[in-house]
């Protein structure tokens, strides 16, 4: 253990006493809820808060109603922002029938400076505010909260800390998400994320390595590897080791069954990957490769660095590698400047690679980043253009979902069907959900499925033998 993991066990035993002592002021055992809006970083990093407030001896449940609340915000497009808002409002009116409530708000929207300004002068209810580079600490920011009759405020430009063996609590048994790196180099200049959560940093492979093997040990059959572009691992780590690598030795791990990653960014995705990818039994078939745009002229814009072109090459070039895999994306539709002819470029990329799926999102202002200077397009050219790519995004979707169907394949049983508890929800390789009838034991296992009916974005199966 390194020196900060050290003094905040020590923290966690201090935080104990506090919330021992808060059970007497409430008169029954305290619970928390943790909220968590935003990506996999921000759902991986609340496990995190969990598994310290578990260990402080809070009871963890999803109710709101509980007595200490976090909202563990998200930032990247402002509605993430206004949720938070209106469900502060919300926390309030809860909070003035019962005033012990405890309101904790972190993540990515409190690395901005007029979210805490706004905070501290319009919801002062609000008992403790930390950003994404102090989390580690939550268990000594539990304590200064407990000590304190005012808002705590702690939040940190940046860090270089890597903080490791900390408590988590999961939320599923059979899969986790891992950090592999933190932060963010690119500046896209739309996007906001460099600025909350700081620069690039790698953890050490034996680290990640360790973790997972220790995850395995607990049971997990599938992991998701974590960072804004996994494509850069190791960069700046003093070693010579790339993802490809990173892959290959996570591969070895006996007892997990399949592998996959968030996100890759098409200007860093070697033919290595590819290859490591290809020969893999483990890592499973699917590629979040975000496009963003189509247009060469916003793509530069937008600090992309790389082209319409190099784009399409390289998704045909994994389809024919790995003619199996589902290449799912992001789109960004209305970025400043964008005309129509720009969107037609983008739904050209969409009819040629065909993705199995794709996340199109209304480009959103974000204060600070270089795009909230250019010319802004207005909203009703924006909102032809996301009909007119959403049309074409779904109608291939469509087609390149239901190609498998009548097959077996393998699906990982996640939960039961909350429309339907005599289905289960399962998980294919490709990331295409099959609801199926099946017994709630089989949650965690993997079970060959046939695809009978395809429904658009999921498929309706039946389990069998193969
Ligand atoms: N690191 C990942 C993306 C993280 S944010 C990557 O580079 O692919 C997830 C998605 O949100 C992005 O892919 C982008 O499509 C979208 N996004 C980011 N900033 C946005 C903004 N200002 N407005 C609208 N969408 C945005
Ligand atoms: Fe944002 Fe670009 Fe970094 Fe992704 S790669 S987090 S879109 S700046
Ligand atoms: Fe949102 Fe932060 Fe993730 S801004 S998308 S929660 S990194």
Redesign the pocket.
Known sequence: MNKDEIIQQKYIQKAKAYVEEYKKLIGHEPSSCVVTFG?QMNARDSEKLCGILEKAGFILTDDENADLVVYNTCT??DNANQRVYGRLGFLHSMKKKNPNKKIVLCGCMTQEESVVQKIRESYGFVDLVFGTHNIFKFAELLCDMFSSDEMVVDIWEDTDKIVEELPTKRKFSYKSGINIMFG?N?F?T????PYVRGRERSREPEDIVNEIEKLSKDGVKEIMLLG??VNSYGKNLDRDVTFADLLRMVEKIDGIERIRFM?S?PKDLSDELIEVMKDSEKICRHLHL?L?SGSDRILKAMNRRYTKESYIDLALRIRKEIPDIAITT???VGFPGETDEDVDDTIDVVRRVKFDNA?T??????TG?P?ASMEQVDEQTVKRNFDRLLRVVQETAREAVSKYEGQVMDALCEDVNEHDPALLNGRLSNNTIVHFPGSPDLIGSIVPVRLTECHGFYYIGELCRK
């Open positions: 990506c990247v497009r963010c690119n896209c739309y996007c906001i994320v804004q572009n996100t960014h975000p963003q992001d789109i960004i996340f999102f209304i480009y959103s202002k974000r980043t795009a």
